[in-house]
T-cell receptor, first 111, second 114 residues
Framework: ELKVEQNPLFLSMQEGKNYTIYCNYS?????LYWYRQDPGKSLESLFV?????AVKQEGRLMASLDTKARLSTLHITAAVHDLSATYFC???????????FGAGTILRVKS | DGGITQSPKYLFRKEGQNVTLSCEQN?????MYWYRQDPGQGLRLIYY???????QKGDIAEGYSVSREKKESFPLTVTSAQKNPTAFYLC?????????????FGPGTRLTVL
């Protein structure tokens, strides 16, 4: 059974600081996704990572994938308040049809 | 505008009642999905469909049923057999079922059992 663990589960940051969210998974997977969720809202796709060593960046967020370590990271650079949200990683089985989600990381950026 | 719509936004149900949640997409996506989200947790897959008239169980299908008679529509019925149905339900769709495409999510339906 595929298990996905995120840490930390809660992260309070000061504006301008850097931090990393970690996503570990237990078995081989064919791709990994990162999503953002604002309170009471739906999920917004951020990144899809397909292969070992993949790195994607959008603004202050950068995601990477190490399939050998079964680890993905979401790095936040110079955090701003607008990044406050819950971030989920989701690991794919069956070509992206079965996603197993982590519990989510609640990020609060304080000014 | 293309997108995924879910209705209703809020739904209240008495114990013992079946309810149906609507999910419609006009993105011409082949694959559709239903997830459940409980407070403070990630999403869990209930059912998914890769093509019209076909669907597969996800990790928590017990107490739920679906149909896929049209490409655009994938309704979810929460039956009285579902013991703890209060949750946030999210529908998603994807252009091609076996691809690198990402899943796009609808706005969700919040179901409360009274």
């Amino acid at each position: 059974e595929l298990k996905v663990e995120q840490n930390p589960l809660f992260l309070s940051m000061q504006e301008g600081k850097n931090y990393t969210i970690y996503c570990n998974y237990s078995t081989t997977s064919d791709r990994l996704y990162w999503y953002r969720q604002d309170p009471g809202k739906s999920l917004e796709s951020l990144f899809v990572l397909l292969s070992n060593g993949a790195v994607k960046q959008e603004g202050r967020l950068m995601a990477s994938l190490d399939t050998k370590a079964r680890l993905s990271t979401l790095h936040i650079t110079a955090a701003v308040h607008d990044l406050s949200a819950t971030y989920f990683c989701a690991v794919s089985m069956e070509y992206g049809n079965k996603l197993v989600f982590g519990a989510g990381t609640i990020l609060r950026v304080k000014s | 505008d293309g997108g995924i719509t879910q209705s209703p936004k809020y739904l209240f149900r008495k114990e013992g009642q079946n309810v149906t949640l609507s999910c419609e997409q006009n993105l011409n996506h082949d694959a559709m999905y239903w997830y459940r989200q409980d407070p403070g947790q990630g999403l869990r897959l209930i059912y998914y469909s890769q093509i019209v008239n076909d669907f597969q169980k996800g990790d928590i299908a017990e107490g739920y049923s679906v149909s896929r008679e049209k490409k655009e529509s994938f309704p979810l019925t929460v039956t009285s057999a579902q013991k703890n149905p209060t949750a946030f339900y999210l529908c998603a769709s994807r252009y091609r079922p076996r691809s690198t495409d990402t899943q796009y999510f609808g706005p969700g339906t919040r179901l409360t059992v009274l």
